[in-house]
């Protein structure tokens, strides 16, 4: 079969199979990519997590256009890319229409009242299993003194971060944006300036 | 016109800033929906739920359904393009680059401020659609409320103890719906 229908059948597959998105894809692109269809290898794969965790954007379309460059360039990622992202537009250009016709319905709009509850419930878990996955010292580690201040808060930098992107958006009412790009200078500027000795 | 570029630059703004995919990009999508008033708090929490029982990524899912919302389904396709087309271009010169992009210092530097900063973020989104779920009307203690945080918090229990979403989206829905009859009729 010609490569660039196959990336763009294989990818469709992926993206009407994986609910939830995010890292749910993850399985699946394995075994189809690297598994079935050997387009990249096992460690490839890591690659690709490795990337998605660097680069903006959700990891279902990060991985699609890695693996169709690899395998049939720009052309080939563009028809990965494509076929990933084409099954949830489907479906939701089909739901969203019928969600805005019935919304108001009253068996709708107490069910919805349910599943707000339960979304925030949802949610809350996801950002805990992104607080646990990101970067940090333990809080034995945090209790540990170092020999100057600054070694100190740079160890506890992750947690200042945290409530710091906390307090401006909650509390004073700062953009988002503004908050990400403050950490990322703030994030930028410490590393350069601690690990400045040991590294190339 | 203007608000087909104006919902592609949006969307292509969240594509371009919200690293670790998924729900990082809700506090970015909250924010800018809800300045314009395209759509509230309430009905992307809505959303959030059919999002999570539909495939594909949450991105695509939420551009998709902002842009036929608002426009109709032209709208939703440059809005599907904007999300999309960040993440596209920095993978395809990434892709390219990939061993130096690995060990690049600054690349590191900048994500270890990221990292934490997107969970902060999240959790500031949580605190505004806490609010609008449980004290739209106002912080009134009545039945509704209870009944609201009941139906969170067996959803935490159980989401925590790892069962599906969409077992969980599911079971809101019928105890939202059940328990909403009996109080209201």
């Known amino acids: 079969m010609n490569k660039k229908l196959d990336l763009f059948i294989t990818f469709f597959r992926i993206g009407a199979f994986t609910f939830g998105g995010g890292y749910a894809m993850v399985p699946l692109i394995k075994s189809e990519a690297a598994d079935k269809k050997g387009w990249i290898s096992g460690e490839d794969m890591l690659d690709i997590i490795a990337i998605a965790e660097s680069t903006p954007g959700p990891i279902a379309i990060n991985s699609a256009t890695f693996v169709g460059y690899k395998t049939a360039g720009v052309l080939g990622s563009a028809c990965a890319t494509l076929g990933v992202v084409l099954p949830s537009f489907l479906i939701i250009a089909l739901l969203g229409a019928l969600l805005d016709k019935f919304k108001d319905l009253k068996p709708v709009a107490y069910a919805f009242f349910g599943i707000r509850a339960g979304v925030l419930a949802l949610i809350i878990k996801a950002l805990i299993s992104m607080f646990k996955k990101c970067p940090k010292p333990t809080l034995k580690q945090l209790k540990t003194k170092e020999d100057s201040f600054i070694k100190y808060l740079y160890k506890a930098l992750p947690y200042i971060l945290m409530a710091l992107s906390f307090c401006l958006v909650a509390l004073i009412g700062v953009k988002s944006l503004w908050a990400l790009l403050l950490a990322a200078a703030i994030g930028l500027s410490s590393y350069l300036a601690m690990e400045g000795g040991n590294g190339k | ?185």
């Open chain 2, 1 to 185: 016109m203007t608000q087909l570029f104006e919902l592609f630059l949006m969307f292509f703004k969240i594509g371009a800033f919200t690293f670790g995919g998924g729900y990082a990009m809700l506090p970015l999508i909250q924010e800018e929906v809800a300045s314009r008033g395209l759509m509230s708090v309430e009905e992307l929490a809505n959303f959030v739920g059919i999002s999570e029982s539909t495939p594909g990524p949450f991105a695509v899912n939420i551009a998709t359904y902002v842009g036929l919302h608002s426009v109709g389904v032209l709208g939703s396709v440059f809005a599907t393009l904007g999300v999309v087309l960040p993440s596209f271009i920095i993978i395809l010169i990434v892709a390219h680059f990939f061993e130096k992009f690995k060990t690049n210092r600054i690349v590191k530097g900048i994500m270890s401020g990221l990292r934490p900063a997107v969970v902060g973020l999240l959790a500031a989104a949580v605190v505004t659609m806490g609010k609008s779920v449980f004290f739209k009307d106002g912080p009134v203690l009545d039945l509704k409320l209870l009944l609201g945080a009941a139906i969170f918090g067996l959803t935490l229990f159980l989401s925590l103890k790892k069962k599906h979403p969409i077992l969980l989206i599911l079971l809101s829905a019928a105890l939202g719906m059940a328990g909403m009859y009996i109080i209201q009729g």
